[in-house]
């Protein structure tokens, strides 16, 4: 029984050894190193995604709408780099440099997530219907800016001064693609915040027991509302991260992130209830996801066959999730 329960609470990272294990030996060119730098940014779109949903999942929410704000994110930023913003009154069009364009599409995320934490405390909205509703919103609203269509070629224009935007996708230091390296800050930042500041312990008290927590001072209202925007600014990096990768935005881009988000964050032993899970697991959980899909691809796995799988492994991982519950205890 304690060996059982040893290998649910290390499930994640026995199934990264597994899975990698795997695909290095049946995958061809599985461990070189151009496929190793791009499974690793596949990587990290799945962990910026999962840090936003862990702090999330740990106040027991969930926030379905994340693929779609990605996929607003990066078309709002194709808009502005392409077509830059118009001042009706004046008739002026103004193109904002990359750094603006960046903090516009940040704070837009961040304003969809205030809008998903204000249904679910203040209106009294179930997450799981607020966010499935702002899912909806946010892919409408890509598609209405361009009509379903593609913002190509976002290099921007000297004569505008708004070059400079495939650099946060494609770029690298010391060799290191820079998605990686801001994930890898994100998550520290994550972490720290979680386990050593009052925020942090504020969210874990929300999650165990959110009334109990509000009899003790904790303001549960502010707490949900901050993660969801903070799920919401994740959400919005990942999407100017993969157009910017791309150089290219897609209305469509994003979709089924939500899954592979949850998937990770609940493969690294967070549970659905709330009030139990880490930074670092979800970053395993994220390796395992991308590691998955990056394998399967490089076998000639059917497209078909990879959502059966996928679909298969976050059922897994929320049934090891109750295992966990039940053999583990409810706090780690």
């Known amino acids: 029984m304690a060996l059982l329960a040893l290998l649910i609470r290390l499930r994640a990272l026995v199934a990264l050894f597994v899975v990698f294990g795997f695909f290095a030996v049946l995958a061809p060119n599985f461990l070189s190193l151009g496929s190793m730098l791009i499974m690793a940014k596949h990587i990290a779109i799945i962990a910026v995604l999962g840090i936003g949903m862990t702090y999330v999942i740990l106040t027991g929410g969930i926030d379905l709408s994340v693929g779609s704000i990605a996929g607003l994110s990066g078309m709002v930023a194709g808009a502005l780099i392409l077509n830059g913003l118009t001042v009706a009154p004046?008739?002026?069009?103004?193109?904002?440099?990359?750094?603006?364009?960046?903090?516009?599409?940040?704070?837009?995320?961040?304003?969809?997530?205030?809008?998903?934490?204000?249904?679910?405390?203040r209106f009294g909205v179930a997450p799981f219907i607020a966010t499935l509703g702002m899912l909806y919103v946010a892919r409408g609203a890509g598609l209405l800016l361009s009509n379903g269509t593609t913002f190509p070629n976002l290099v921007g224009s000297a004569d505008y001064g708004n070059q400079g935007f495939p650099l946060l996708g494609a770029s690298r230091v010391l060799g290191v693609p820079l998605p990686v390296l801001i994930v890898v800050a994100l998550a520290l930042a994550a972490a720290l915040v979680a386990a050593r500041t009052p925020f942090g312990r504020h969210v874990y008290a929300v999650g165990g027991n959110a009334r109990a927590a509000l009899l003790s001072g904790v303001r549960v209202a502010r707490v949900k509302i901050a993660v969801y925007v903070i799920s919401g600014i994740c959400a919005a990096l990942v999407g100017l991260i993969v157009a910017s990768d791309l150089v290219s935005a897609h209305p469509a881009s994003g979709e089924t992130f939500e899954l592979s988000a949850i998937a990770a964050v609940v493969l690294g032993g967070a549970s659905l209830a709330g009030g139990r899970g880490t930074i670092?697991?979800?970053?395993?959980?994220?390796?395992?996801?991308g590691t998955l899909g990056d394998g399967m691809v490089m076998m000639g796995v059917s497209e078909f066959w990879q959502m059966v799988i996928k679909g298969t492994v976050i059922v897994a991982a929320v049934v090891l999730d109750q295992l966990q519950g039940r053999f583990v205890g409810t706090k780690d």
């Open 90 to 121: 004046l008739g002026w069009v103004i193109y904002p440099s990359v750094p603006l364009v960046l903090l516009i599409a940040l704070a837009l995320g961040g304003l969809i997530g205030l809008a998903n934490g204000v249904l679910v405390t």
């Open 280 to 289: 670092g697991g979800t970053i395993i959980g994220a390796c395992v996801i």
